[in-house]
């Protein structure tokens, strides 16, 4: 059968009267005409129908229409397979102006929604397969008034489906048999060319899709597995994500069983799960692009979607739909911020004129020697034609400069990155369980989890709300900027372990922001609210490392201040009109929990430079067998450290300090006008909805003033080696190069693109260094050996051996402002508050090198029994404040000098300088 010229359309009024004129009980004979239909498949038949120009209107009441175009369609169906082609698809939309509508081929429709120009396909109606062959391009444009109108049909839909259905039994009954029918159905889809998906968010933004090869296999109800080489994700005209190698599909019930008997909390052995493989993500922000932006406006979107299909949130109980197991795996993760095009071509420049100005001052140097050689030979030279020579080597070296800056970027396009983040062999698993499930589990794993907070006594509720089992591994994980040398992160098999939360507070009424969504003419803009709270992690984690090596410095500060320019444009700040929250109040806003890290080697690594390029000059703190123990304001370190110092010199790899068996603990105490660790009490307020303008601070109870720190070092003695006791070399170049640390730490950065002319003004940054209040330090060794050498050569020095050494120390810091009319920050003023010293059996030894045989002597000098000294300026200054009424003089000294200091020493020294040679 042929057909030629099909026109149909729908609209809203038609589908109130379709909706009338259906019988009633149309249903009833379903069932009958599916058995039918079933005993007319099993039957032979040939069939075969062919239509050309079919034209498809979709139209509603808001006077938009979707136009559906094929060119020709062919089935044939014989010996229980069907074969059937699609040529010249096409989707197009308009307005109804009430005038008649053009018809012409699919290639010549404007504007185009989506467009495929040939589809072959083939049904097997006994094993229930379908497949299709898509060879050309395939393109659609998404947009929200396109939304609006596929919309607005599915209702019309809808409403005809409720009014043949009367009964809520014969829709079961009919999605019963429904289920039965696809329940063995398998469907094929192979795209052999681009694919290209477009989502038009706003008139600004636009994220398009291109894939240039896809293959989708479906099994109903459950199995899915869609394969893609390569996809590339542009976000206005920017090219940001590229994903090659992609397998996305489900995976059977017991794959992971395996990893869950891992977790002995949980209490079902499988769950259905899914897989998501990539050979390589790479994701590149280019310079000044805000990426932000675009996301904000992807989420706007989402959130617009589920207003309009009438969404609503469900209660998250025991017995909701347990979600799925997922299995991510990617073998390559980067991610890149892109560079100033202006910044690295000053620093191009910069290296090129540095490199140039040795090689001209090799030239001189040549031409030099050239002229003595002529000089002997000769004898005199005349002045001018010496000056010649040298006018016309400055005259080749700018020939010379020029041609090299004109061939700088011959050999390859110029640097552009910034900040590197790598992964390698990523594998990530995430169990969701029962057990992990439901709102009044999740709370109590919560409550578990983070038990420095008072949770709530009237309860919270939460948009958000997961707790997975995490099981993550990598092989290697590099942190770079820029093209410096030595990486600021280093970490090598790793393998962390543990619960998950996540949870957003559901916001208060001034903590909902409104957002408008452009759907165009005849809905007009829509309005869709967002909640403010942000999303915060509990967890609870073990981990296993090989490798950890961190590096930082005064000479990567500009970088960094570059990063957190850019970081403000990849990481959408918050929307509240407070000011902003520093890093480490920020870290207490949203990370709670505990981590527990088990390292064979770490290395945290200090530039002794101001070269950013620097990887020579270095100190160097290193653990071995370290466990590191973070929870809510305190850090335990239990490990073997020691301190080198990496310079480019003989003094290579000197170890300044060895402290096994160390147990180093830091406390902090955050100084805040509220409860520093009840963040649940937080919550942000839209722009428009401040009670009050002037020095509103959504965050003024949970924002640290100030932080008191305390320190401890302790060692114990080791039972396996008892000789292996703490200890210190120093060498006079070495205190001189602790000078250069001191000057590097001491550094004053400087603004990085601050002020009117960037438009950005220049709000003053808190730093970490300044924010103390009080700092105590408690030092407890068991054993503790120095040694000072005058040199590397060892021909002079003193080697001390103590006992058992315990010292203890207060300070403040108070920051003083500059009254003079300049802008400066506060002066930072340290000051000691109490000093305690006790040290038990010291001896003293002066070393020499024997000239004769080389070998190190020693001879015995001083030693100490008993050593104490106290201090504490808080009794000065009381035992003081009564004396300054006094004149005596005498008086006035004895209260200025009023602090204990106790000294109890015995002390030997052997006249006839006993020497013990080593």
């Not at 057909?3 to 149909?8: A, F, R």
């Not at 003989?650 to 300044?656: E, F, P, S």
Request: overall charge neutral; hydrophobic content about 35%; aromatic content about 10%.
């Amino acid at each position: 059968m042929d057909t030629d010229s099909i026109q149909l359309e729908w609209s809203t009024d038609m589908a109130y009267i379709l909706a009338d004129l259906m019988p009633v009980d149309l249903t009833t004979s379903q069932t009958d005409k599916d058995t039918a239909v079933s005993s007319d498949i099993n039957q032979s038949c040939d069939i075969k129908l062919t239509c050309s120009n079919v034209n498809v209107f979709v139209c509603n009441n808001s006077s938009v229409y979707v136009m559906v175009r094929l060119d020709s369609a062919g089935m044939k169906l014989q010996e229980k397979q069907g074969l059937f082609g699609l040529n010249g698809i096409r989707l197009t939309k308009g307005q109804q102006t009430g005038q008649y509508c053009k018809i012409t081929k699919a290639s010549q429709l404007q504007p185009c929604i989506s467009q495929v120009k040939e589809i072959k396909g083939s049904c097997h109606l006994v094993n229930k397969h379908i497949a299709l062959d898509i060879a050309d391009e395939v393109k659609f444009d998404w947009s929200t008034q396109f939304h609006m109108c596929v919309l607005q049909m599915t209702q019309d839909i809808c409403m005809i489906q409720e009014k043949i259905t009367r009964n809520k039994s014969e829709k079961l009954k009919r999605s019963v048999i429904d289920q039965k029918q696809v329940k063995e159905l398998s469907i094929t889809i192979n795209v052999q060319r681009n694919v290209t998906l477009s989502a038009f968010l706003s008139r600004n933004h636009r994220i398009v899709f291109n894939i240039p090869k896809i293959g989708i296999n479906i099994t109903l109800p459950r199995n899915v597995m869609i394969m893609f080489k390569e996809c590339i994700i542009s976000c206005d005209k920017h090219q940001i994500f590229i994903i090659e190698g992609a397998t996305i599909g489900s995976l059977p019930a017991n794959k992971l069983q395996l990893e869950r008997k891992g977790f002995e909390t949980l209490v079902m052995p499988t769950n259905k799960a899914w897989k998501i493989e990539f050979d390589k993500i790479h994701a590149v922000f280019p310079y000044n692009y805000n990426f932000a932006e675009c996301v904000q406006e992807v989420i706007n979107t989402l959130k617009w979607i589920k207003l309009v299909h009438k969404v609503k949130k469900k209660p998250f109980t025991i017995d909701s739909p347990l979600p799925a197991d997922l299995f991510i795996n990617v073998k390559e993760l980067l991610l890149q911020l892109s560079d100033d095009p202006f910044e690295v071509q000053l620093s191009d420049n910069y290296s090129l004129l540095a490199d140039e100005q040795t090689e001209t001052e090799k030239r001189l140097s040549a031409l030099e020697r050239k002229i003595e050689e002529l000089r002997k030979s000769l004898g005199l030279l005349p002045a001018n034609k010496v000056q010649e020579l040298y006018d016309n080597l400055k005259e080749k070296s700018s020939v010379i400069y020029t041609h090299r800056h004109q061939q700088l970027y011959n050999n390859g396009p110029p640097r552009t990155k910034l900040f590197s983040w790598k992964m390698v062999n990523l594998e990530i698993v995430a169990l969701a369980d029962k057990s992990l499930h439901g709102k009044e589990n999740v709370i109590n794993h919560m409550r578990e989890i983070d038990i420095s907070s008072r949770y709530p006594s009237d309860g919270m509720d939460f948009i958000t709300l997961w707790c997975r089992m995490i099981n993550c591994s990598l092989e290697e994980w590099t942190i770079h900027l820029r093209d410096f040398p030595q990486a600021m992160l280093d970490v090598k098999d790793l393998h962390i372990w543990g619960r998950l939360i996540g949870a957003e507070q559901h916001a208060h009424p001034r903590a909902i922001r409104t957002c408008r969504i452009e759907v165009g003419d005849p809905w007009g803009d829509m309005i869709v609210e967002r909640n403010m709270p942000p999303l915060k992690f509990y967890y609870d984690f073990e981990s296993d490392v090989k490798q950890w090596t961190m590096c930082t410095g005064a000479c990567w500060e500009q970088t960094l201040a570059q990063y957190n320019l850019a970081m403000t444009l990849i990481n959408h700040p918050s929307k509240d009109p407070s000011p902003n929250l520093p890093f480490w109040d920020k870290i207490r806003l949203l990370l709670h929990g505990r981590l527990t890290m088990a390292m064979d080697k770490m290395c945290w690594m200090y530039h002794a430079s101001l070269n950013p390029y620097n990887k020579t000059e270095m100190m160097d703190w290193q653990w071995t067998n370290l466990i590191l123990d973070w929870t809510t304001a305190k850090f335990m370190f239990n490990g073997d450290l020691d301190i080198y110092a990496r310079t480019a010199s003989k003094y290579d790899d000197c170890n300044l300090l060895h402290l096994p068996k160390l147990r180093f603990c830091i406390k902090l105490e955050w100084l805040c006008e509220g409860d520093a660790n009840n963040h649940h009490r937080v919550m942000p307020c839209a722009s428009d909805k401040v009670p009050y303008k002037e020095d509103y601070d959504s965050y003024k109870d949970f924002r640290s003033q100030n932080m008191n720190m305390s320190m401890s070092f302790e060692t114990k003695s080791s039972e396996a080696n008892p000789n292996n006791v703490p200890y210190c070399v120093f060498y006079a170049s070495t205190l001189r190069w602790l000078d250069k640390i001191k000057m590097c730490m001491t550094h004053v950065s400087r603004p990085t693109r601050r002020g009117s002319f960037f438009d950005k003004p220049r709000l003053p940054k808190l730093q970490l260094s300044r924010h103390f209040r009080n700092v105590n330090l408690s030092v407890n060794f068991h054993q503790f050996h120095a040694q000072y050498w005058m040199s590397f050569a060892k021909e002079h020095g003193v080697e001390m051996h103590r006992g058992e050494l315990t010292f203890k120390s207060g300070h403040n810091l108070t920051l003083v402002k500059i009254e003079d009319g300049l802008i400066h920050r506060p002066q930072a003023n340290w000051s000691i508050k109490n000093i305690n010293l006790n040290l038990k059996g010291a001896k003293m030894w002066l070393c020499c090198k024997n000239e004769t045989t080389g070998m190190e002597e020693k001879s015995y000098f001083l030693s100490v029994k008993h050593v104490q000294y106290d201090r504490d300026d808080n009794l000065m200054v009381e035992s003081a404040e009564p004396q300054q009424q006094s004149d005596d003089r005498e008086d006035v000294e004895k209260a200025f000098f009023a602090q204990s200091l106790h000294r109890r020493s015995e002390s030997i020294m052997d006249n006839n300088k006993q020497k013990y040679s080593v």
